[in-house]
């Protein structure tokens, strides 16, 4: 008689549906781990650093959430780079592991979670934000999380849900203003599908009370300085400083092309297939979606965050033939692992500068812009990441220079918050004084006390300065060969004798909210 085979508890829960979600988002965040702390601090984050140190309910340029996140991240583990990036790495591990709870939420099994899982590792926008702190990188949780919560409504009835999307999106509103939109569609979707008859109940207005509540020292901090981001993005539309994108690159390059067949598949099961149709607001909220931020000239990555809950849907949709086919299901996993990889090379820290560009220059790739002055050979979030530390030891050069009586008042002008930033932050090493700015929130901060009688410039042109000061010397040059471009433009220069009666009747001139 043969002994029956028993499998162990502990075999059992390795191989559970809950485990297989969580192995792609592990790797994930590994994947991170490793590469996080390969270059340097990028621009934006020594931002998000000095705003920590200027904790506020608002900023001119961004929600407060990642000023908040950046300052408890410093608070509970230090200064480090790998530390400040640990908890975006976290975060995308989240949205990996979310995917695949949705793509079972919508009737998928192993193979839909898996494929879409797998679409939303190989997507460039994802590897490159989830490997530095920004508010992208929660936004991007958050609502994934909302369209899960959308998603159990449908599925259970249970209307209480909108209570917790209404936290939900409240969150995201105070991570990025964009939420703004991510509601407004969701709203649209509703209107346009039977799930209406949300509205005739309390729930989701409560909801959208408690998003306003979490929201709301946010919105009193603009009506309070005069409701500057408007006024910046004002500033952004009639400047161009964004590239205009036709609707097809619009519409998901930025994923990495062969991710396509399954977020269009999605957004077809959506629309056309039976098993999909009871959740097509999410279908049309997409739409809507793309559609406000094409007519708005916004910057590709704004749509995002929805992309992974179109991938569930796609790998639902798929499903189907997976299981009937090994071989479909072995070239989903190669085309999307092969086309994965490439996009890890093209947009994570994997390869040292020189042969990244080597790579780059070899396969033709041309890094995609956002932005019309970002001109550097490497992508601007690889490209940002370099020459910081570098500016600030030759602007200590020119603050050493000063006599001694000189660098008792001379205080620091930056052109814009990253070499403002940079200062701050790495400053303090070579007795530097805080820096000062008319860019973004460092214009609120003001000019510190700064007399005007000695002044040190950085990443001004020097014709500018002139205009300010009746004598400019310009000393060393700042320049890193990997560093976008504007950062080697211009001289560091000394300016003495102010041409104003004081700094404080001039700083209203100095503000650029752009």
Known sequence: MTAMRTTSPFRTALTSDNALLLYPAIFKLLLHLTTISRYGFFR?????????????????????????????????????????????????????????????????????????????????????????????????????????????????????????????????????????????????????????????????????????????????????????????????????????????????????????????????????????????????SYLVLLATFILMEAKDYYVAPYYPILMAAGGVAWEPLLRRSKLALTAAAVLLTTSGVLAALLTLPLLPPEQYLKVMRGVGITPPRNEVSHTSEMPQHLADQFGWEEMVEKVASVYQSLSAAEREKAYIFAGNYGEAGAIDLFGARYGLPKAISGHQNYFLWGPRGCSGEVVITVGEPPADVRKSFEEVIETVRPYHPYAMPWENRNPICIARKLKFESIEAVWPRVKEYR
């Open 44 to 284: 934006d984050e020594l931002y998000f650093i000095a705003c920590s140190e200027h904790l506020a309910w608002g900023y001119v340029d961004m929600a407060p959430m990642v000023a908040w996140v950046a300052a408890l991240s410093r608070w509970l583990m230090g200064d480090s780079l790998f530390v400040l990036r640990i908890l975006p790495a976290l975060a995308g591990a989240a949205l990996v592991w979310l995917t695949g709870v949705i793509a079972r939420e919508l009737g998928g099994g192993r193979s839909a979670a898996f494929v879409a899982q797998l679409a939303v590792l190989a997507g460039g926008v994802y590897l490159a934000i989830h490997n530095f702190l920004s508010m992208n990188a929660f936004e991007q949780v958050l609502w994934t999380l909302a369209g899960y919560l959308v998603i159990r409504v449908i599925n259970t009835g249970n209307q209480k849900l909108w209570l917790w999307f209404g936290v939900v999106a409240g969150l995201g509103l105070m991570t990025k203003h964009s939420t703004l939109f991510f509601g407004f569609s969701v709203f649209v979707g509703l209107v346009l599908t039977p799930e209406r008859r949300a509205f005739a109940q309390r729930w989701i207005w409560i909801g959208g009370a408690l998003a306003l509540l979490i929201f709301l020292p946010n919105l009193i901090w603009q009506i309070q300085h005069g409701w500057p981001t408007i006024e910046l993005l004002k500033n952004v539309q009639e400047t161009g400083k964004n590239i205009v994108l036709s609707p097809v690159e619009f519409q998901g390059f930025m994923l990495n092309p062969f991710t396509a067949p399954v977020w269009l598949v999605g957004l077809w099961f959506f629309f056309f297939q039976s098993a999909g149709k009871r959740y097509r607001m999410l279908g049309w």
